[in-house]
């Protein structure tokens, strides 16, 4: 699963250059041009890492990053504030606030990614590693495959994705509306119970003899994966 950045920024010329590069580096992108939009989409899909403007429309970006962290889901997101604000006392506002990181404009895209690459190691290690292992589950996130024990696990591409999202939030309870998000997309319009027949799906591929069912149902809440029973 790619890693998914929020950038918040009013200024489209900035917004379009940072959303054509961190495509290109192989990250999910979202855009909010203001404050109150940024905070529905972080509601809406829980980002990897925030990209926040200074200065927005309807909410500033310090009271954005304020909120973030009143959020259970966000409470600990990297968040990387981009401001043309280059005063020691805005740098230590913004930290202050929340923000992990302070980048002030202009600023170079190799130093943003390398920043992005440093918070993301320390956040979610699994978002940069190319093999995962949970329990006697292990994904090797580059080659496409999966072992269960000493057996490969055939999985076709959706059946991948929902088992990399899985084993990336270990433990973590999705909704079938947050899977789809996750794993189809945004912009795509699959129903609801299609999720149920891909969970369906890669249950049966990883089933093994006498081993636990590692995809936990969660009645009226959707499923989680746990590793204690990989």
């Known amino acids: 699963m790619k890693p998914f950045v929020l950038i918040v920024e009013d200024e489209d010329a900035l917004s379009t250059l940072l959303e054509y590069n961190f495509s290109k580096e192989g990250y999910d992108t979202a855009i909010a041009e203001d404050g109150e939009e940024a905070l529905l989409i972080a ?5 990897d890492l925030i990209l926040l403007d200074w200065m927005l429309p309807k ?3 310090v009271e954005v990053c ?6 259970k889901e966000t409470v600990s997101t990297p968040i990387i504030m981009l401001t043309a604000r280059g005063d020691e006392t805005d740098k ?6 929340g923000a992990d990181d302070y980048l002030v404009k ?3 895209m190799p130093e943003l990614f390398a920043r992005t690459r440093s918070l993301l190691r320390r956040a979610q290690p699994s978002l940069l590693q190319d093999i995962i292992t949970q329990g006697d589950i292990e994904v090797d996130m580059q080659a496409f495959r999966v072992k269960r024990g000493e057996n490969t696990v055939h999985l076709g591409p959706t059946e991948f994705r929902l088992l990399e999202h899985f084993i990336k939030n270990p433990g973590r309870v999705f909704s079938r509306e ?7 997309g945004r912009d795509v319009y699959v129903e609801a119970r299609t999720v149920d027949v891909h969970i369906g799906r890669l249950r049966k591929a990883l089933g093994a003899p006498k081993k636990p069912d590692p995809i936990r149902t969660v009645r009226s809440a959707g499923y989680a994966f746990e590793p204690k029973l990989a």
Request: proline share 7%; hydrophobic share 35%.
């Open 178 to 184: 947050q899977l789809l998000d996750a794993v189809w």
């Open 59 to 61: 909410l500033s970006g």
């Open 43 to 47: 509601e809406e899909r829980a980002p």
């Open 92 to 97: 230590v506002t913004g930290l202050d606030y």
């Open 66 to 71: 304020r909120r973030l962290r009143r959020r």
């Open 106 to 108: 202009p600023f170079s």
